[in-house]
């Protein structure tokens, strides 16, 4: 199993620009999760997602998009990029329910320029 | 939304010494995890403990679900336990996953 990846590791943008990280894990997990850590900062949770075509905001969705057609995928998609998007976005997945535990993806490193 | 509050916020210490790393939350939780970022990013499960004690080498958790409260040992620090600590809990009123801020260690050889 590759667990959770994402692509790319790394980009730069330019403001305005939009793009989408993906992310994709191979466990059959019904949960996902997208996470934003600024530089010497904790993680705050965007969107998550407890299956197929459901999706929720966490802490700090404006400015994101989300989308779950499948149960290994859950794409985050940036529109109009800010220099405030400048960030490692962490991708986690996790089992049905709350008895869990979470497995994160290596991260992209996003700049916005 | 339920509080996670993580302390010390910095700890440095000589290697061979033993921590306590303390996760504080507001809320009755059902899922509760210690992660490590080591230096290179890099997010590594602990423990997952909601409730209880768990022992791994060096390191155990243990959580008094009933007072709000976790805590982290770790024994004999090495300098590759260098890293921020992580705490992040669940509640089963919604199915979010929130991260304390973390406490930084900082192991010197």
């Known amino acids: 199993n590759a667990g959770v990846t994402q692509t790319p590791k790394f980009r730069i943008l330019k403001i305005g620009q939009s793009m989408t990280l993906q992310c994709t894990q191979d466990m059959n997990h019904n949960y996902m999760y997208w996470y934003r850590q600024d530089p010497g900062m904790g993680l705050k949770l965007i969107y998550y997602?407890?299956?197929?075509?459901?999706?929720d905001k966490g802490e700090v969705p404006n400015g994101y998009n989300v989308s779950r057609s499948t149960t290994e995928d859950f794409p985050l998609r940036l529109e109009l990029a800010a220099p405030s998007q400048t960030s490692v976005y962490f991708c986690a997945s996790k089992g049905a329910g709350l008895l869990y535990e979470q497995y994160f993806g290596p991260g992209t490193r996003l700049t916005v320029t | 939304g339920i509080q996670v509050e993580q302390s010390p916020p910095d700890l440095i210490l000589q290697e061979g010494a033993n921590s306590t790393l303390r996760c504080n939350f507001s809320?009755?939780?059902?899922?509760l995890q210690w992660f490590h970022q080591n230096p290179w990013g890099q997010l590594i499960n602990l423990f997952y403990?909601?409730?209880g004690t768990k022992q791994n080498g060096r390191l155990s958790a243990t959580t008094v679900a009933t007072e709000r409260y976790s805590l982290l040992y770790i024994s004999s620090s090495q300098t590759t336990d260098s890293g921020v600590y992580f705490c992040a809990v669940g509640v089963n009123r919604d199915d979010k996953i929130i991260f304390g801020k973390g406490t930084r260690l900082h192991i010197l050889p």
């Open positions: 809320d009755s939780v059902n899922n």
């Open positions: 997602s407890v299956g197929a075509g459901i999706t």
């Open positions: 403990i909601p409730s």
